[in-house]
């Protein structure tokens, strides 16, 4: 099963490495071969495959569209993605993402003609993927968009249920599920809020105020028999911890959301310092990597585009032995 990582309509942001040595690969990812000087652009379902039987690297993150190799994550950016990729492989499920392959042929007049393409992938930039600490609801559910941050209030009276998810990192990520309930004020006004709730125990409340950007959407979902998830960030220590809900509000919500299929999330196997995956790396076959290495085949890292792309191919070319050292990596 896929594990989303980002929306499907996300924005391709992560450079992949690699792509350029990968031509058969990625034009059978395609299904096709770019015509001279036609320009194809498509977006596609990805997944990203840790191999930690590469020869070169056993920290590598694969990316792979329609089962092939179309090319890796950097090495310089392995380490922050590296942990959460294997946890969701160890759980038997597939890391997806969204990418964005752009692909040219164009004359060159040295030597025929040659296969330019640029990759990329949605992934969240700073501090690694962030994976939620625990497992979504044992009970029907559906999780909300992600949304701008609201506060928790009254978490204090129940940090002995936050402290196991609370790692020391600058920010943990966790899934609640929100329920109305009603709160007695000082007044002795009775007022509905949101209940905020960690694997199914009480963990705070929203304050009036804010109950009403979820109410409409806690009464519109039990009514199709499910509860309202949504992810919560946690910032502290082991002596406090403040927990913030990053749910979409109700004028925010899509139609598709409010009446589609339930949105679930794949349960997780506890996060650990390791983690056991499957040997799973695809080696190039040699005749194509005999014939990259005889004319290498630099790819184009330009913008959308693709103005002066030649111009920085052909210094890029000029490299030499270097070029054959990110063949050898690659491969």
Known sequence: MDYLLAKPDAYPNVEVAGEAWREREITTAVGRNPRLDEEIEVSVPAVLVPEPDNPHDRNAISVRVGGQVVGYIERADTKKYLKDVQRVTASGHAPA???????????????????????????????????????????????????????????????DRIKPYVTGEDVDLILVTLHRTQKLLKSGEARDIVDVRLDGQRIGELTPT??????????????????????????????????????????????????????????????????????????????????????????????????????????????????????????
């Open 97 to 159: 993402t969204n990418a964005r392959i752009w692909m040219v042929r164009r004359d060159h007049r040295e030597d025929g003609t040659r296969f330019y393409s640029r990759i990329t992938i949605t992934l969240p930039w700073e501090g690694g993927l962030n994976l939620p600490r625990n497992n979504p609801p044992a009970t029907a559910y559906t999780l909300l968009p992600w949304g701008a941050g609201l506060q928790v209030t009254g978490e204090e009276a129940h940090f």
């Open 210 to 331: 804010t109950s009403r950007h979820f109410l409409a959407t806690i009464d519109h979902t039990n009514g199709r028999g499910a509860d309202v998830a949504a992810y919560a960030r946690i910032k502290g220590s082991q002596l406090s911890a403040e927990v913030t809900i990053q749910g979409a509000k109700a004028t925010e919500l899509a139609d598709e959301w409010l009446n589609g299929a339930l949105v679930t999330l794949p349960a997780l196997i506890p996060a650990a310092a390791a983690y056991e995956v499957p040997a799973a790396y695809v080696p190039q076959p040699n005749a194509l990597r005999e014939s990259q290495s005889a004319r290498p085949v630099v790819a184009s890292k330009a913008s959308s585009s693709k103005s002066g792309c030649l111009g920085v191919v052909a210094m890029l070319a000029a490299l030499g032995s270097a070029g054959q050292i990110l063949i050898n990596y690659l491969a």
